[in-house]
């Protein structure tokens, strides 16, 4: 099973709004990450978080809240976004082995809307 | 900094045809590749991966290679069928390790 689920598939928000981004996969994949992909552009890293722990922060603003509360599960929590960040916000998980890099497998994303 | 990226941002090629598209990156330390998939609405998918102690690498109906003395790779598929119209990403290694970068991407047409 090579699946990343993510929830929900579409979202619209207010700019003072609070919402979660939900993603999990059942690979036994010990690291996670959040992109943000803007149409027509490439994936842009936003968090990577290795033993459920944060270990990039690729400089993205406080509105955006990442959580990993287990192995399986990885979290994006939003409040007082912009409608900037309207954008697909995809998931990914990969194996952890010392010194390497690993296939990163991608969920289906979800579509943001800020209004 | 390391940067991965696309010669051409739109490739169109006839059905049963051979496509092949390119990547340049540009740290000579990079030691792995993947080129991935994304059709329109969907997450990037994985077609194959290298290593760079490997020039070729094959899977079903795709070959890549990886030219390390100019710091090049090329996704060749091979009879181009409609179901590979996407746009297709190599991604390479960032600088810290988990993070990868990604080229602009190549947007595959396939003509009937």
């Known amino acids: 099973d090579t699946e990343v689920t993510q929830t929900p598939k579409h979202l619209v928000m207010g700019m003072t709004n609070k919402k979660s981004l939900k993603c999990e996969q059942h690979?036994?994949?010990?690291?996670m990450y959040w992109y943000k992909q803007k149409a027509k552009k490439p994936p842009e890293l936003m968090f990577v978080?290795?033993?459920?722990?944060?270990?990039i922060n690729e400089s993205v603003p406080s509105r955006f809240s990442p959580e990993c509360p287990n192995s399986s599960l990885l979290n994006l929590h939003l409040h007082a976004l912009q409608p900037e960040d309207s954008a697909l916000y995809l998931c990914?998980?990969?194996?952890?082995?010392?010194?390497?890099?690993?296939?990163?497998?991608f969920g289906p994303g979800t579509r943001l809307t800020v209004l | 900094g390391e940067s991965v990226g696309l010669h051409l941002p739109t490739l169109s090629v006839q059905e049963g045809d051979n496509s092949i598209i390119n990547c340049a990156y540009s740290n000579s330390a990079s030691d792995y590749f993947i080129w991935y998939k994304q059709e329109s609405g969907k997450g990037p998918q994985f077609i194959i991966d290298?290593?760079?102690?490997?020039d070729k690498r094959q899977g079903q109906r795709v070959t890549v290679l990886l030219n390390k003395t100019v710091k090049h790779l090329s996704l060749q598929i091979a009879a181009t069928q409609p179901g590979d119209s996407a746009v297709y990403f190599c991604a390479g290694p960032g600088g810290s390790q988990g993070n990868l970068i990604f080229g602009k991407g190549t947007k595959l047409s396939v003509k009937p």
């Open positions: 990914a998980s990969s194996q952890v082995l010392a010194g390497g890099q690993y296939t990163q497998y």
């Open positions: 978080y290795s033993y459920e722990k944060l270990s």
């Open positions: 690979m036994g994949h010990r690291a």
């Open positions: 290298i290593r760079s102690n490997m």
